[in-house]
């Protein structure tokens, strides 16, 4: 008879993914580094996609404060 290791059978039991997948879990951490959820590869997308995408990825000023294209006026005038 296989011995049992029930410290890593209790374990793995808190380490599963809370989906019912069985799978072991990952933290969903953000740009931050903070935890939002836990997750595995069978429910990865289902969990990402309750987060906005710059929350996981991270954004910065640049990414907010967009450069927007200067608009010539005289471009208007001239095309007549
Ligand atoms: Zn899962």
Redo the contacts with the bound molecule.
């Keep these: 008879m296989p011995m049992i290791d029930a410290d890593f059978e209790r374990w793995a039991e808190r380490n599963v ?3 019912g ?1 069985g ?1 072991y ?1 990952l933290p969903l951490m953000d740009a931050q580094n903070i935890f939002c959820c836990y ?2 590869d ?2 990865e997308k289902e969990k990402k996609a309750k987060y906005r995408p710059e929350i996981l990825t991270g954004y910065d000023q640049s990414d907010v404060d967009e450069p927007i294209e200067p608009e010539d006026p005289d471009e208007w005038g001239s095309r007549g």
């Design positions: 993914c809370p989906c997948s799978l879990k997750f595995c069978v429910c």
